[in-house]
């Protein structure tokens, strides 16, 4: 895996690119000639300025997939085994959307789907409230949001918001994968 070190602010493609080379080799010297690796795109949020993405959405976001960075690391990653091994290694990326999250839902989906499904119409119906995000904490309460609290007014963007590694939740979410 790679770490989380080589995608901070000053993320330079190639110290990734030959984190993976290492990979690749140390798998392939255990016999095994081929490996998985997932990058989230918002990876190249944290790009410097050039490998940022330049296209944005209709609310002013970055379109983070329009950097391609599977591809850039893919690349960087041949580049970088071929000058280690002298050899050609093919390093297929494949940048996936909706397809990807085409599975059944956990329970923990389900309980989550309906709980904020229910807190939209108890905002809108029961508590008449217009321009809020539904959202849940602690044991699944409901919280309503207004959008104003989301967006940065300096930059009129959305506030980016990290899950704690340390959190239950995200204690949750690992325990609830599937394995």
Do not use: W
């Amino acid at each position: 895996m790679i770490s989380v070190e080589a995608f901070d602010e000053v993320f330079v493609l190639i110290v990734a690119a030959n984190e993976v080379a290492q990979l690749v080799e140390t798998r392939r010297a255990d016999g095994r000639a081929y490996g998985v690796i997932c990058m989230a795109e918002g990876l190249a949020d944290m790009c410097p300025p050039e490998q940022r993405p330049q296209a944005v959405d209709e609310h002013g976001n970055a379109v983070l997939g329009s950097t391609m960075i599977c591809r850039q690391l893919a690349e960087a990653t041949e580049k970088r085994l071929a000058e280690t091994t002298g050899g050609s290694v093919k390093v297929r990326y494949k940048q996936v959307g909706y397809e990807a999250r085409c599975t059944r839902p956990t329970a923990y989906d389900v309980i989550l789907g309906s709980e904020l499904g229910v807190g939209a119409c108890r905002a809108l119906v029961d508590e008449g409230l217009n321009g809020v995000m539904v959202s849940v904490e602690g044991q699944f309460d409901l919280r309503y949001v207004p959008f104003a609290d989301l967006i940065d007014p300096n930059t009129l963007l959305t506030k980016l918001r990290f899950i704690e590694r340390d959190s239950d939740f995200y204690r949750l979410a690992r325990a609830l994968e599937y394995r």
